[in-house]
Nanobody, 121 residues
Framework: QVQLVESGGGSVQAGGSMTLSCAAS????????MGWYRQAPGKQRESVAM???????KYGDSVKGRFTISRDNAKNRVDLQMNMLKPEDTAVYYC???????????????WGQGTQVTVSS
């Protein structure tokens, strides 16, 4: 079974930086789009950043210019470099893949278990 395994997260002061990483495990041929969502307490889950297999990226308005997403297709891995963090970035961050192609089958809308990011003022 395919899993998205996240690492990184934790606590940082406002203005600081942090990197989140996510690696897909399993017998994977390729992955379409990968990226990150986040959910703060009492709020809906929102898209933070996504990267397509060809490298095209899309960012949420609130993180543009501060966060950078990168991807290693050979390792089925995606990283999120977060700079100039703000208290409002505090949330659980979830890794996401929209389509994972395995041997003879597909998996859609695959989520990681989430990692907490806390930014203190």
């Amino acid at each position: 079974q395919v899993q998205l395994v996240e690492s990184g997260g934790g606590s940082v002061q406002a203005g600081g930086s942090m990197t989140l990483s996510c690696a897909a495990s399993g017998t994977i041929n390729s992955i379409n789009a990968m990226g990150w969502y986040r959910q703060a307490p009492g709020k809906q889950r929102e898209s933070v950043a996504m990267v397509a297999s060809g490298g095209l990226t899309k960012y949420g308005d609130s993180v543009k210019g501060r966060f950078t997403i990168s991807r290693d297709n050979a390792k089925n891995r995606v990283d999120l470099q977060m700079n100039m963090l703000k208290p409002e970035d505090t949330a659980v961050y979830y890794c996401y893949a929209d389509e994972i192609i395995l041997l003879g089958r597909f998996e859609y809308d695959v989520w990681g278990q989430g990692t907490q990011v806390t930014v203190s003022s």
